[in-house]
């Protein structure tokens, strides 16, 4: 049994949907406190095939020994031992499975191992066999973590109790591969879920450093243990290229690798990869340099399956969850499909519909007029179909944002009249809630919920910045989701124009020369530092998006590397952000493809475990350097988005330096790693409708020029590419 003080520490810690998973396990625990072992806990434990797996277990002792077994003249002897080691070193799971199935075969009932066989076996099937037996179309009991990857453990592992998987007979010579697997779910549900860590963490590597002594040869194990796994490439450094070409080349090449990898051995028939879909929905994030990118018919495809089959389960009959949960985890089904799939083509009417129906729930369903007049979000727990209106949900947070955020890129598409009206008309009730001193809130910052029917701005207590409208009060405190809405804010001043949409991010601004560490919680001082470079993202779409530089004071020293190279006309911090984004990717490449248990934390295993136990850390992957080169936006597409360019090729052999990024003229550096010249292809997506006149210039001078047209806001255009040369293309209006 865990402590209660245990429980309670990390009940605080929990967040969102994972906080379900914690409180099932609560429930559980507590219903279960006289000994049910001899009932199936799941219904993996009741599936495991063999018998019962709790029936009394034989002390086999040292049963590992090829005599265990009965003498028989007319076969030779089994050599058990070094099947179980041949099992145990390979890192192919499906061999591992292939290889017990086959000893399990050729063992009499009466062996002692036959009894550990039949419980490690359904276990090893799972882990290696998943989306091959164990994966079914449709939808599934949870949101996210309900797919095939970890569906039959996410709920049953927990530290202190060797449950599951059903612990082998005592001295058994499996007792490393249980082992193994105890250790791997141990950690990631961890990783995952954010409960009991240290417990988990001490347990699994416990277990993993049992495996290791059977299995010296497992690199994998190794992984875990602090033995990282070199990442090759299969190619050397171009010494003709720019530094930041080489290193583009290679991290864009293992992002790509990590990208084939999931949608050829991970992606089942209707699109999930494993995960549930609540969190496959998520993987397009870290894709978006290919996806966005570049023109790849392998990764488009697998995306738009996932999209288009999470839209025909039942629960998004009505254009958005009809799942009663919190709006950060309910918004993930339609916000993270319907934009992505707008980006990918603006002009696809499907979802240019599904992304008009958030503005009509929003409309119609969400928003409520508030005591003050405004209109707001009614409460943090919402669907399709019902609103949650009760007082401890009863908020509108900055995390609203993802629930309106196809909405959102939609008005900024169409400008379309109709969705400007609810969005504008929530985000002023944002704007006028900044600028009250209310509920212990300073004049001027943005506070971090809002409660309905009054309007006032939420407090917990005495404490604005944590307003609860959660089961736990982490969820929604500031200054979580403060990029989200102050991005929402700068796209609403875009479009209408009106500079009070801008007020709370100047006011942002101002606060920075204000920071105090400190400070007292609440206080403007306090706010400034803890909001750290959370309004950053904001401030370099507006420089972006307007053209104008009132924020490049800032930008300059926090903005993302990308924005300060541009700003500052140099290279330098590319080379140093790609250099950290090079590193991060240098070993493991096992921890983000075959090792992997839950699609939303596919590049969370260095932070969130390894770099706890490593000498030196591994460090983030964070690929938004790489979305940015390649397109010309400023932070990520998922808010506000404004890429100039995509490169109608698939990744691979290419680096792309977007140098300008403007309504009148667009500018890149290109380098082809090819020993040929190659024909290449473009679409433009910001220039002004107009007749461009472009040059491809080399080394030696101009290459290739002419003209062409954007019309629509799209401008096509082809050209060749010299191999093994810095070449630059630009777009200017013709005279």
């Known amino acids: 049994m865990i402590m209660a003080g245990r429980v309670g520490t990390s009940y605080n ?48 002792g040292d049963i590992g020994l090829a005599d265990a077994l009965p003498a028989d003249a007319a076969s030779p002897p089994i050599d058990i031992a070094s099947r179980i080691q041949a099992a145990g070193n390979t890192e192919d799971e499906q061999e591992r499975y292939v290889l017990l199935t086959a000893l399990r075969a050729v063992l009499p009932e009466e062996h002692p191992l036959v009894l550990d066989l039949d419980i490690l076996l359904p276990i090893i099937d799972r882990w290696a066999n998943g989306r091959e037996k164990y994966w079914t179309p449709g939808d599934q009991e949870m949101s996210g973590e309900g797919g095939y990857l970890a569906d039959y453990f996410v709920l049953q592992v927990w530290p202190g109790s060797e449950s599951f998987p059903p612990p082998v007979s005592e001295g058994s010579a499996l007792r490393p591969i249980w082992a193994l697997y105890r250790g791997r779910m141990l950690i990631w549900s961890a990783i995952e879920n954010g409960l009991l860590v240290d417990e988990s963490f001490e347990e699994g590597r416990a277990a993993l450093q049992e495996a290791l002594v059977a299995f010296p040869e497992n690199r994998v194990i190794g992984m875990y243990l602090d033995r990282p796994i070199p990442w090759e490439v299969p190619f050397a450094e171009d010494p003709a290229a720019p530094r930041w070409a080489n290193l583009q080349r290679v991290v864009l090449h293992k992002l790509n690798e990590v990208i084939q990898y999931w949608i050829s051995a991970r992606q089942a028939p209707d699109g999930q990869f494993g995960g549930g879909w609540g969190d496959d929905v998520e993987l397009w994030r870290w894709w978006t340099p290919v996806l966005l990118g570049f023109e790849d018919d392998t990764t488009n495809s697998a995306h738009r399956l996932l999209a288009e089959n999470i839209f025909a389960l039942p629960r998004m009959e009505g254009g958005y969850t009809s799942l009663l949960t919190d709006v950060e985890h309910s918004a993930e089904d339609s916000g993270d499909t319907i934009t992505s799939m707008l980006l990918l083509d603006h002009e696809d009417e499907v979802w240019r519909a599904r992304a008009a129906r958030i503005g009509v729930l929003m409309d119609t369903l969400w928003l409520g007029e508030t005591e003050r007049g405004g209109r707001q979000f009614r409460s943090t727990y919402f669907t399709s179909e019902e609103v949650d209106d009760s007082p401890e949900h009863a908020c509108d947070t900055m995390y609203h944002s993802r629930a309106a955020q196809p909405a959102l890129l939609l008005w900024q598409l169409t400008g379309d009249a109709a969705l400007a009206t609810p969005l504008t008309d929530w985000l002023m009730s944002w704007v006028e809630a900044a600028e009250r001193e209310e509920s212990g809130k300073p004049g001027g910052l943005l506070p971090a919920a809002l409660s309905y029917p009054s309007g006032d701005v939420r407090a917990n207590g005495d404490e604005w910045w944590n307003p609860g409208c959660h089961i736990n009060t982490a969820t929604y405190r500031w200054p979580r989701a403060v990029s989200l809405l102050t991005r929402a804010l700068v796209l609403a001043h875009i479009q209408t124009g009106q500079s009070e949409f801008l007020a709370p991010l100047r006011a942002l601004a101002g606060l920075r020369d204000q920071s105090d560490e400190g400070a007292a919680p609440g206080s403007a001082e306090w706010a400034a530092h803890t909001i750290g470079n959370k309004a950053v993202d904001a401030m370099a779409k507006y420089r972006l998006g307007t053209e104008n530089a009132q924020f490049d004071n800032i930008l300059r020293n926090a903005g993302s590397a990308y924005v300060r190279a541009q700003i500052g006309n140099q290279v330098r911090p590319l080379e140093d952000a790609l250099g950290d984004l090079a590193n991060s990717m240098l070993v493991d490449r096992e921890a983000h493809t075959s090792e992997v248990r839950f699609t939303d934390r596919v590049f969370k295993f260095h932070r969130k475990y390894a770099d706890l136990f490593r000498p030196s850390a591994t460090g983030s992957v964070n690929v938004n350097v790489l979305y940015e080169m390649v397109t010309g936006d400023y932070g990520d597409p998922g808010y506000l988005p404004l890429p100039a360019v995509r490169w109608l090729t698939p990744a691979g052999d290419l680096a792309v330096r977007v140098t300008r990024n403007e309504t009148r003229r667009f500018r890149a550096e290109l380098y082809g790693f090819g020993m040929s010249a190659r024909r290449l292809g473009a679409r433009l997506s910001r220039l002004n409708d107009g007749r461009y006149r472009w040059i491809v210039t080399g080394l030696n001078g101009p290459l290739e020029q002419g003209t062409a047209t954007a019309r629509g806001g799209q401008l096509d255009w082809s050209g060749r590419l010299p191999p093994r040369e810095l070449v630059t293309i630009e777009f200017e209006p013709a005279q």
């Open 13 to 60: 810690a929990c967040m969102g949907k994972n906080c379900f998973i914690f409180l099932v396990w609560i429930v559980a625990a507590l219903g279960c406190s006289e000994d049910t072992s001899d009932a199936p806990s799941s219904q993996a434990d009741s599936a495991i095939a063999g018998g019962d797996i709790n029936e009394p277990q034989v002390d086999a």
